[in-house]
């Protein structure tokens, strides 16, 4: 196989038309001569770093030749005359180079112009391309060292994938390496999560072709252990509390649950490890989301659940190392977090409240409840303070649904239930922490409870929304305030707190199994479980012209226009 | 008075000041020309001293009255210090003693040139008691009083003398209370939401340490008075605080050494429910561990402090009367619940704040410049809004 380097200064397309076989502007051919394929990536992108390379591909009967002719055509506004020929021949299918200093001419480049974007592609053969040559570069800034790491362990594991550095502009390039300021965030997302991109603003990456199944992982899926190790914390309770032993609960959800929600625990961590080896960028950019940063927290709570949940015939007692093991992070978490509130500046409480925060605050009491459950006593009464007073502090800010504030949604949504869930795991906790269930316990009980009603009467507003994988955190303050009823109901045992125990418990898990079932449902049927996670891939700067993307936005053009447009505009 | 206002200075600080020179020479304000740093230096008097002292300056005595406090606490026979105990008993008694009257003598000094201040520089004064900073500080004379009352080797609780001592520093709290707390729910221009910073905490604290030697006395009614008094306002203070309407501008940044009250006002708390109750309960616990967060949580944010820090000034004494009173908290946690990690926290804590309290002479003895500047933007900012009214 020979491969030649030709590096020549195109004046213009017409040199090449006098190569040989010569297909449509826009094919490229794969190998079979006969067989005029057009193919692979040849999607328009509408936003991408770096230079855009236009592949062009010349094939041969005997030898495959490729002649490539990197153009630069997008918006970013590179300079028109940087052509750059490339010739070389190869068995493999389809490979572009667009730098010269590259001694290696095989592999494969990113961003892939065609001249008229056609999209036409062949499904075989773009496996083929994808999993043998060609590397999809759009995705490198979000990726750990910017896809260093990647281009790393593929050396080591063998292959011959040395591949250009794409230089970017430096300001392109800056633009991912550092996440942008709460308030883009702000300004560029809106929805009770932040999660959806207003109609002024554009995505980083290509908004209409799936993500890389890590980068669509986001940190909210760590809600759904929470809501599955709660239930278990549930049925737990059933079984085990005397006040409910007229309902004769088995162990046997308990244990089941369990289970399932450490296999769902491991299996979400390891993902979200990958996650944080493979895509870090990805993974700060999320850190720096003024919702998201709340499931960081996630995990941790997550682990606490299930050393309450262990059934009795797996552990009765558990040491108390645990307990410090996992109060570490949250506690760490803590200091940055409330840090923030109290120094203000950027991340000041009156601007970022939004109910998420409730996840920051209910890890203090998970804690205290858990660390008493242990039989220690000056930990969780420590942790216990510091959750109080916070949790004060953010209760008045949301109440008071202040002006300045931007992330408070105007409707109602699921998220408020997270409201629920600080005053019931406090509740249970100080009933532990002081030995019964006295007065001190009662009134932050009743204030959940409170809230589960006022919610719960609204229950017809929260049709028409949108599912999303948040939805399971939002399932565990119910759980937890049937949780406390159960221990009030151990308390005061009358007919009235039965059944509202009863009551429930029931619509808790009914709303677990429902959600259990919606989840299915969008994981294998609709297959669109993970979105593309639009929220962390917003521009750092306010992109020009945004008023006429909400035009083009609003007026559903196709995307085609939308880019030969914007590249209009944008050599203007 | 537009000429006033017309000359301004932007320093560092960021806070448009007038030049010093309007201050020195005339109190109507006629602007009398360009002035430099030299100038200014060159033009200040003694009378000038007085304009550029202002109630922060009681920070000195807050830190050295506090200091005493603690040692006193750590020398009692009841107080079991274990480790720190073999020092403080070599330490011979007169050296707490010493302690006590560099107190007294430092705070008689501070309230003298106050009064004095008062007296002549009266527009002044006005014009701190208007400022959302300078009013809080007026606690802090009152503040020393006790500390130095609680601290004395010369009186027993019990005492008369004492009694009636704690009245005469406790009405002015009282009436300050009043006027302050009064202000922030019912005056148009003082509103809690405009004026709240850290250091309206003090007020706070007056209150506590009031509580906290009336309950040693014996008078328990006009200490939960009291308490509840600052507690109260503590509650709404800290969500305020938190919430941060006004972000960081509300504080210059050479004041920013002040957010180490967050830590002094839930250890006030605990130590005066302390005494109420008798024991160290729950209740104090968790003031004390809310207290022991914050510190965490100040000391791991070591940038919101840099700026603040590149010049000495009276501010830095603002780090010393907080760490002492978490010191003191720890003390009595560390009385009550028997441990190793009570009393390793109780010697970290103390031996920390007799440390920066030591650095912190040390620096004002060497820069006595410094100590009292010629842009200092709290005195400044007084005299701008004293001259223009």
């Known amino acids: 196989m020979e491969q030649t380097e030709l590096q020549v200064e195109i004046p213009s397309v017409l040199k090449q038309t006098s190569c040989q076989n010569i297909k449509d502007f826009d094919c490229v051919d794969y190998g079979n001569g006969n067989n005029p394929n057009p193919s692979e990536n040849a999607i328009s992108d509408k936003e991408s770093y770096g230079e855009s390379i236009a592949a062009f591909k010349v094939t041969n009967l005997e030898r495959q030749e490729v002649v490539l002719i990197s153009l630069p055509a997008s918006p970013s506004g590179l300079h028109i005359g940087q052509t750059k020929l490339v010739l070389h021949s190869e068995k493999c299918e389809n490979t572009d180079q667009n730098d010269t200093k590259n001694p290696y001419p095989q592999l494969a480049k990113q961003k892939k112009f065609h001249s008229q974007p056609i999209l036409v592609r062949e499904n075989g053969d773009r496996k083929v391309v994808h999993s043998e040559a060609i590397r ?62 207003r109609a002024t603003e554009v995505s980083v990456l290509p908004e209409d072709e799936k993500w890389p199944f890590l980068l669509r992982f986001p940190v909210n899926a760590f809600g759904i252990c929470l809501g599955v190790s709660s239930q278990a914390i549930l049925w737990k309770t059933l079984n085990t509390s005397p006040a409910m032993s007229f309902l004769h609960i088995s162990p046997m959800p308990n244990l089941i649950l369990w289970w399932a929600a450490l296999a769902l625990i491991l299996f979400v961590s390891f993902v979200y490890l990958l996650k944080i080896v493979f895509y870090f960028e990805a993974v700060k950019r999320e850190y720096h989301h003024p919702v998201r940063v709340n499931f960081f927290f996630a995990p941790w709570i997550a682990c606490m659940f299930m050393a309450l949940a262990v059934p009795p015939s797996i552990a009765v007692n558990l040491r108390p190392f645990i307990w410090y093991i996992l109060m570490t992070p949250i506690f760490i978490l803590e200091l940055k977090i409330y840090g923030q509130w109290m120094s ?45 007073a916070h949790y004060i502090v953010l209760f008045v800010t949301l109440y008071q649904r202040l002006p300045t504030n931007a992330a408070l949604p105007k409707e109602l949504h699921p998220v408020f239930f997270l409201f629920v869930a600080a005053p019931s795991v406090a509740c249970m906790a100080w009933a532990k922490i002081q030995g019964d269930f006295d007065y001190a316990a009662r009134i932050p009980y009743f204030i959940a409870l409170f809230l589960y009603m006022s919610l719960a009467v609204r229950v017809n507003f929260f049709t028409g929304i949108r599912f999303s994988l948040a939805w399971w955190a939002y399932t565990f303050p119910m759980t937890g305030a049937s949780i406390a009823t159960i221990k009030y109901t151990m308390a005061v045992t009358n007919v009235v707190t039965r059944s509202l125990s009863v009551c429930l418990s029931a619509i808790s898990t009914f709303t677990v199994s429902t959600l259990l079932v919606y989840t299915i449902v969008h994981a294998f049927v609709l297959q669109d479980l993970f979105p593309n996670d639009i929220s962390i891939a917003i521009t750092r700067k306010k992109p020009k012209f945004s008023k006429m993307l909400s035009h083009f936005r609003s007026s559903s053009a196709d995307s085609k226009d939308f880019d030969s447009s914007i590249s209009k505009n944008s050599e203007i | 008075m537009a000429q006033n206002q017309r000359r301004f200075n932007v320093t560092n600080h960021q806070i448009p000041i007038p030049t010093l020179h309007q201050s020195t020479t005339n109190t109507t304000g006629t602007d009398t020309g360009t ?45 079991d210090a274990r480790a720190l105990s073999s020092i403080v008993r070599t330490i011979p008694s007169f050296a707490f003693i010493l302690l006590w009257s560099i107190a007294l003598l430092t705070l008689l000094l501070l309230c003298l040139l106050y009064l004095v201040r008062c007296f002549l520089r009266f527009r002044s004064v006005r014009a701190e008691l208007a400022h959302h900073v300078g009013m809080n500080y007026l606690f802090a004379p009152w503040i020393s009083f006790l500390m130095l009352l ?239 009214t």
């Not at chain 2, 100038?39 to 009378?47: R, V």
């Not at chain 2, 030697?213 to 600052?230: H, N, T």
């Not at chain 2, 006004?246 to 002040?258: H, K, W």
């Open chain 1, 344 to 388: 203000g500046g950027q991340r000041r409480l009156s601007k970022v409240a939004n109910p998420s925060n409730h996840l920051s605050i209910v890890g203090n009491f998970v804690g205290a409840l858990l660390g008493a459950n242990m039989g220690l006593k000056e930990g969780p009464l420590f942790f216990f303070a510091v959750g109080l």
């Open chain 2, 150 to 388: 609680q601290a004395t080797p010369f009186l027993q609780p019990d005492n008369r003398l004492y009694r009636i001592l704690w009245c005469a520093f406790s009405v002015p709290i009282v009436v300050l209370d009043v006027k302050i707390y009064g202000q922030w729910f019912t005056q148009g221009k003082r509103f809690l939401s405009m004026v709240a910073n850290p250091t309206s905490q003090i007020t706070v604290i007056g209150n506590l340490v009031g509580a906290h030697v009336a309950a040693q006395m014996g008078w328990k009614e006009s200490a939960v008075c009291m308490f509840s008094l600052g507690i109260t306002h503590y509650l709404v203070l800290f969500v305020t605080l938190y919430q941060r309407f006004l972000g960081s501008d509300s504080l210059p940044a050479m004041l920013r050494p002040v957010f180490f009250l967050f830590i002094a006002a839930p250890s006030t708390a605990s130590l005066a429910w302390d005494s109420i109750s008798s024991s160290f309960d729950t209740g104090c616990k968790m003031l004390f561990f809310l207290s022991l967060f914050l510190f965490a949580s100040l000391v791991s944010r070591p940038a919101l402090f840099k700026r603040s820090m590149r010049r000495f000034s009276v501010a830095w004494w603002a780090y010393s009367f907080p760490l002492t009173i978490l010191a003191l908290a720890a003390t009595e946690y560390a009385q009550d619940v028997k441990g190793v990690i009570p009393n390793v926290l109780m010697l970290v804590l103390s031996v920390l704040s007799v440390v920066v309290t030591l650095a912190l002479m040390v620096f004002t003895a060497l820069k006595t410049n410094d100590i009292l500047p010629h842009d200092d933007p709290f005195v400044c900012y007084n005299i701008a809004r004293g001259t223009s």
């Open chain 1, 136 to 197: 999809d570069h759009r995705f490198d800034p979000f990726k750990t060292w910017s896809g260093r790491l990647e281009r790393q362990i593929s050396n080591l594991r063998g292959k011959p994938t040395q591949e250009p550095d794409i230089e970017a502009g430096p300001s392109e390039r800056e633009e991912i390496e550092e996440a942008p300021g709460v308030d883009r965030y702000f300004d560029a997302l809106e929805g009770p999560e932040l999660d959806a991109l």
């Open chain 2, 35 to 79: 002035s430099t740093r030299a100038s200014k230096t060159a033009s200040s008097s003694d009378l000038s001293i007085l304009t550029r002292f202002h109630a922060g300056y009681f920070r000195i005595s807050l830190a050295l009255c506090s200091q005493a406090l603690l040692w006193k606490t750590l020398a009692e026979p009841t107080t």
